[in-house]
């Protein structure tokens, strides 16, 4: 008996028979983007799905889903697509929509109505001449550049573990740690957020604001420390809140920048937990924060000592996929001529073959702050890539494809370290894929 499967947002349908397949199983094969950071392997809730009708077509929740539900308080039409197996007609919306929402879902898990002791690292950044900016442009104006400033600065936040706690007027708050994780984790990504926040100011100059005649620029201050957090309020109200003095301090060595003339300042808590071996460290201060009693140690951030993969292909990835749509056709393209028989794979429109790529390669991008999720969803795509018919001496053509393309859509942006880490990240994701692609 054939069965339909639903997808609301996008008014696609699609048949199966077996009852044997998931949910995001059949996603996959028909090509449907499907975010699923673990590869379906019931370790994370990224795949799940909001059931419109026939949530009794589905099977019974697995452990791994009655677990979830309860600790996230999901009603009962929220299901998760790789654990979900369809034996009639459902109708489902797809939830986690950007791979930049996956790191919001850590708000889920902090205590709601309490405070709870965690060790965080906080990053504040302030937009620097936003006083000259309000008065030489108008309102409507100085709205669009904010909303352009918050989306590029927000995303390396986003893209490394972390949350976006707050704005407050032209200052961006956030947040690592807030599910757990190592110390030097959690300060390693504050630390790749904040130098990845200035690669995004630098390139939203060059592109978005360049008719501007001020130019922007930011301060930021790195710390870390024991803060108490939870979803706190008025009863009809509750909001994620960060409290404690380390989040203080934050604030306060942001505004040491402006006294320092320095773009990114750390305080040695931040340093203590990190490899010093592997950033360049420029001067030192020893300095009176306001409220604080004693002089603290800060250290002015300069960057990495060796080519960080994760920094080159975050600061990259959003000026490759600003024309998504271009970015597939200009792969695309490339493929077909160095390969014309594949072609023959891509039967189906190739304007949703596309938006399935630039999806996958988003996805990868995002998922390198979390290795263990992004080798067992690699792991998957490989499986998955036999079932369109991908053979093992396509992925050469993938990569000369991919480089080529990444190459040109840079253009003026690449540097040999971009194009040495897409190199060397391409290798892996293929080197991954193929392993498994049995």
Same mark, same amino acid.
């Given at each position: ?15 199966f ?9 059949l ?22 799905v ?16 009655k ?10 039409s ?28 850590q ?9 709870e002791?965690?060790?965080i690292?906080?990053?504040?950044c ?63 990504d ?9 690669? &995004?100011l630098? %390139?939203? *100059?060059?592109? @978005? ?9 930011? $301060? #930021? ?54 490899n010093?071996e ?13 409220g ?51 072609? &023959?794979?891509? %039967?189906? *429109?190739?304007t @949703? ?9 988003? $996805? #990868?991008?995002?998922?390198?702050s ?16 036999i ?10 053509v ?27 990240a ?13």
């Amino acid at each position: 008996m054939v069965k339909t499967l639903t997808y609301s947002a996008i008014n696609r349908q699609v048949t199966f028979k077996s009852n044997t397949n998931t949910l995001l199983d059949l996603s996959i094969a028909n090509r449907i983007p499907h975010l699923h950071e673990c590869g379906g392997n019931g370790i994370c809730t990224t795949c799940r799905v909001r059931v419109l009708d026939g949530v009794s077509n589905l099977s019974p929740k697995t452990e791994f889903e009655k677990s979830s539900s309860q600790a996230r308080k999901w009603d009962p039409s929220i299901r998760l697509a790789c654990q979900a197996r369809p034996k009639g007609d459902v109708t489902l919306q797809r939830l986690i929509w950007s791979s930049g929402e996956v790191n919001n879902l850590q708000k889920e898990l902090v205590p709601t109505g309490r405070a709870e002791e965690r060790p965080i690292a906080i990053l504040f950044c302030d937009l620097r001449n936003f006083t000259n900016l309000s008065s030489k442009n108008l309102n409507y104006d100085i709205a669009y550049m904010l909303n352009k400033f918050y989306t590029a600065l927000g995303e390396p936040i986003l893209m490394n573990n972390g949350v976006i706690y707050q704005y407050v007027g032209d200052e961006i708050v956030g947040v690592f740690g807030t599910t757990g994780g190592t110390a030097e984790k959690n300060c390693e990504d504050a630390i790749r957020a904040a130098l990845g926040m200035q690669y &995004a100011l630098d %390139s939203l *100059n060059r592109s @978005d604001l360049k008719d501007i005649e001020i130019k922007l620029k930011s $301060g #930021i201050g790195l710390n870390f420390g024991t803060a108490f957090l939870g979803h706190l309020g008025h009863p009809t109200h509750k909001q994620f809140s960060v409290i404690g003095d380390p989040v203080n301090v934050a604030s306060r060595i942001q505004n040491e920048t402006k006294v320092t003339n320095t773009d990114i300042l750390i305080s040695e808590t931040i340093l203590d937990n990190v490899n010093k071996e592997t950033v360049i460290i420029g001067r030192k201060f020893c300095n009176k924060l306001a409220g604080k009693e004693d002089p603290l140690n800060l250290f002015e951030l300069k960057g990495f000592k060796a080519m960080d993969l994760q920094l080159e292909l975050q600061a990259s990835m959003n000026i490759m996929l600003e024309d998504e749509d271009k970015f597939a056709k200009t792969f695309y393209d490339k493929v077909f001529e160095i390969a014309p028989f594949v072609r &023959a794979l891509f %039967s189906n *429109n190739m304007t @949703d073959q596309g938006r399935l790529l630039t999806h996958m390669l988003g $996805g #990868i991008v995002y998922s390198l702050s979390r290795p263990e999720h992004l080798k067992k969803g690699l792991a998957k795509l490989g499986k998955s890539h036999i079932q369109y018919g991908v053979k093992a001496e396509y992925y050469p053509v993938v990569k000369q494809a991919m480089i080529e393309t990444i190459d040109e859509v840079l253009g003026g942006y690449k540097t040999l370290k971009t194009m040495e880490a897409w190199n060397t990240a391409l290798d892996f994701v293929i080197d991954t894929m193929k392993s498994n692609a049995h």
